[in-house]
């Protein structure tokens, strides 16, 4: 789909601003008296009578319709319930450990393999926090159902959902020499 917005951008005519640009030339230097100028131009609809327009080109209007805008906002009110909803893209892409912070795989893993050394390939496998900004956004995409532990068999992340070096966090009390 982004081919087709691409070739249909290549497609357009250059815009002629010979009109616009010959009422400029003959108007005093003063910057103000300029700027009245243009703005009493675009107020009477010089842009609509002449093919200045950009909304009567049909290519243009083509590849508006076309664009899908991604959004990944908050619902804070359902139509069913009026309860607050998770994104769904967020639960998707990122893991929240019990002790509250986020981790995600690192970008391009699955990407151009062929090219990629065995470290970096290594490197690429494993997963790494996110900024306290974005896990502060995280939290607020996600309902209480998500920031619950979630215990599962054989959890692979099960060491990591402990944090005992930090004072907050510690379950354990700490051994002392």
Known sequence: MFRFAVSAIRNIKPIQFQQLSTRIINQPKSFSTLSTRISAIAY?????NSNLSLTTNKQ?????NNLIIPSRTVTKFSLKRGKRKTVKAAVKRFFRLHWGAW????IGRHKKLWKKSQPQK???????FVNATQNVLLDKMVTKYW???KYYVD???EPYHTREEFH???KKPRETY
């Open 155 to 157: 959890d692979p992340y």
């Open 122 to 128: 290594r490197r690429l496998r494993q997963h790494v």
């Open 147 to 149: 920031k619950r532990p």
């Open 168 to 170: 907050i966090t510690r």
């Open 44 to 48: 009477n609809g010089c842009w609509s």
């Open 60 to 64: 243009v209007l083509d590849v508006c």
């Open 103 to 106: 981790i995600r795989t690192k």
